[in-house]
């Protein structure tokens, strides 16, 4: 190899590496938990972005969840909650799912929180991959309290196409 | 190297290094939301997509700067010359597999960016990093 390439190129390693380490020492903890599959840190960030300091294991964000747990959950208990419109939902959702449509937020909270214990682990859905508002909902949820709260990024159509059971009705 | 050339050099370099510092520093401000543009992808497991934006944004930072600076000029554009390709490769995969997502360019959730836009616009941004590449290896030499 031509050395100035040589040089060159071991240069840009540096720098990528540089870069590697300094990203890492910034976000070591959200790294470690993610790689963990425990998404949480002491330290909630309420939808306001103020910083609470928590004695408890808070979680400070939703955890994503793909369809394999995502069935064991809701096996074991846990509950859908179909962030999409409402129309949408009727049109096909996840069985039992709790419609909360992200832009009727004000109106369905009141109803949520007197039928869903904070203590309840959440799947949060929406239009799969590349629709933020499951992970919204769930950050403005991790913010009300709820302290197990899932997104489900595949969401309905990676559910259905998976050939899943889908029940249809209005909420 | 003439000076117009040398004008030219110096205006890809800067262009690619305030392009890249922009993405770099925005994205890391929010690496929770940037993990989520990536896994949108749907390229990486889940947990390797916080890696990717926790660290990403930091050798988008480094590279950039130095190329503000003046120091390091190639190995800085070798990878960020690298990166805009990479992101060229995951852009078409999006493309070819008929997602609808934001490209978590710059601004993470915040707007919609197509696939195709954002391919378009790498491919400008390789003239100045292809530019920067070559033009610096010339004026390396004696």
């Known amino acids: 190899m031509i050395p100035g390439i040589r040089t060159m190129m071991i240069e840009a390693a540096v720098i990528f590496a540089i870069g590697v380490v300094l990203g890492l020492s910034f976000n070591a903890q959200l790294v470690l938990d993610a790689f963990a599959g425990r998404l949480s840190s002491a330290g909630a960030r309420p939808s306001g972005g103020e910083v609470v300091q928590s004695t408890v294991d808070v979680q400070a964000f939703p955890l994503p969840v793909v369809l394999e747990e995502v069935r064991e959950l809701l096996a074991g208990g846990a509950l859908a909650v179909d962030a999409r419109a409402a129309e949408v939902y009727a049109e096909g959702h996840l069985p039992k799912a709790f419609a909360f449509p992200l832009g009727e937020y004000d109106q369905v909270l009141p109803e949520f929180l007197e039928k869903v214990s904070k203590e309840s682990t959440l799947i949060l859905y929406c239009s799969g991959f590349g629709c933020p508002d499951s992970f919204d909902l769930g950050e403005r949820l991790l913010a009300e309290g709820y302290l197990d709260v899932r997104v489900y990024e595949g969401g309905f159509p990676e559910w259905r196409d998976a050939g899943l059971p889908v029940e249809e009705g209005a909420p | ?142």
């Open chain 2, 1 to 142: 190297m003439s000076r117009a050339t040398l004008y030219f050099y110096h205006f890809c370099r800067l262009t690619l290094g305030a392009v890249y510092l922009y993405a770099g520093v925005v994205k890391s401000a929010d690496v929770v939301v940037f993990a989520r543009d990536v896994a949108n992808y749907q390229l990486l497991p889940y947990a390797w997509n916080y890696l990717t934006a926790a660290t990403l944004p930091y050798v988008e930072t480094v590279a950039a700067l130095l190329l503000l600076c003046n120091r390091k000029v190639r190995p800085a554009a070798l990878v960020l010359t690298s990166l805009t390709l990479v992101f060229m490769v995951a852009l078409t995969t999006v493309l070819a597999r008929g997602l609808d997502i934001d490209c978590g360019c710059f601004n993470p959730g915040q707007g919609h960016t197509s696939a195709g836009v954002a391919l378009l616009r790498d491919a400008f941004l390789l003239i100045p990093a292809f530019v920067t590449l070559h033009l610096s290896g010339r004026m390396a030499k004696p």
